[in-house]
């Protein structure tokens, strides 16, 4: 691709061509993926068609992925196999908690407006267990600098850069060996079989909380009705109607404070706690359908009164 006479890496460009290769083939499951990551289905033994035929089979069109970043250290030596050789990965960056990149076709799929990480379709039905995303950004010293010095930044479209992508190699003047190998103390070893339990856990604790909402008349439904129900909920609870609607708007804050940052300090009675504790955990729980699990992921982190 070109910008300004300048061969570029266009990734606005690239989407689309993907998202065109899509509507022209005639397959049933699409992936977006990259050439250094590697996908598993979150069932031990089952492979990755055959867990998007489960999928498929439960009535959703969307998968969301768990993402794990492989990292390099002083004393990993990579032989032929790198995913045998890569085996630590560290905590996932906040803006990469959204990895919704397999879709059932559409003629319809956008997968370029939200950068790649989240892909939409008409009737969005995200399946409620992540599936796993390995990914092996940096493969070596010298591999670090080619990709982030020559492939990336000497080639990111100025365009793309205004719109605020490609910021994550802002600090990097140059590769050197403490941009590249990581301590093996900030790693996590993975474990396939108990990885793919925490996932599954994960999403029944999800699915468990919103039984518990539907059985008080209260199903996953849009923002406004949500809303309303909530209300509804509070006033049956003896709570004023001036009163609850200050409860959600807090709740709903707090929800987000919780996606983007530390949770800011919070003053509230007993009462008003335990609901926006329960309202922010049932947020958590429609945003987890919806492929954001980051809230979801903080909820033990949330301390009310």
């Not at 719109?163 to 994550?168: L, P």
């Not at 518990?212 to 996953?220: A, E, L, N, T, Y």
């Not at 309202?279 to 301390?303: H, K, Y």
Request: aromatic share 10%.
């Amino acid at each position: 691709f070109t910008e300004d006479g300048r061969e570029v890496y266009d990734w606005t460009a690239l989407l689309r061509l993907k998202e065109d290769a899509a509507r022209r083939l005639r397959y049933d499951w699409y992936l977006h993926v990259d050439a250094d990551e590697i996908r598993y289905s979150p069932w031990p033994g089952v492979s990755l068609c055959e867990g998007l035929d489960r999928v498929d089979s439960a009535g959703y069109n969307l998968v969301n992925f768990k993402l794990f970043n492989f990292r390099l250290t002083a004393d990993t030596v990579i032989g032929n196999d790198f995913e045998a050789s890569m085996t630590a990965y560290s905590a996932t960056e906040r803006f990469n908690q959204r990895q919704v990149k397999a879709w059932k076709a559409s003629d319809a799929v956008d997968i370029a407006s939200l950068g790649g990480h989240h892909v939409r379709v008409p009737d969005a039905r995200v399946f409620p267990t992540r599936f796993i995303h390995k990914h092996y950004p940096v493969r070596s010293l010298e591999h670090g600098r080619r990709k982030i010095m020559a492939e990336r930044k000497a080639r990111f479209s100025q365009a793309e850069r205004r719109r605020g992508w490609h910021v994550q190699y802002d600090s990097l003047e140059q590769v050197d060996a403490k941009d590249v190998f990581w301590d093996a103390a900030q790693l996590q070893v993975f474990d396939h079989a108990r990885e793919c339990q925490l996932l599954l856990a994960e999403s029944n604790a999800v699915l468990m909380q919103l039984l518990s909402d539907v059985s008080s008349g209260m199903p996953r439904l849009g923002a406004g009705t949500f809303v309303a129900q909530w209300l509804e909920r509070m006033r049956r609870g003896g709570v004023e109607d001036a009163h609850a609607q200050r409860l959600v708007i807090v709740a709903d804050r707090l929800s987000q404070a919780l996606a983007q940052q530390d949770l800011p300090p919070v003053a509230a009675d007993p009462m008003d706690a335990d609901w926006i504790r329960r309202i922010v955990s049932s947020l958590a729980c429609m945003r987890f359908l919806d492929g954001e699990p980051l809230l979801q992921g903080r909820l033990p982190m949330l301390r009310i009164g």
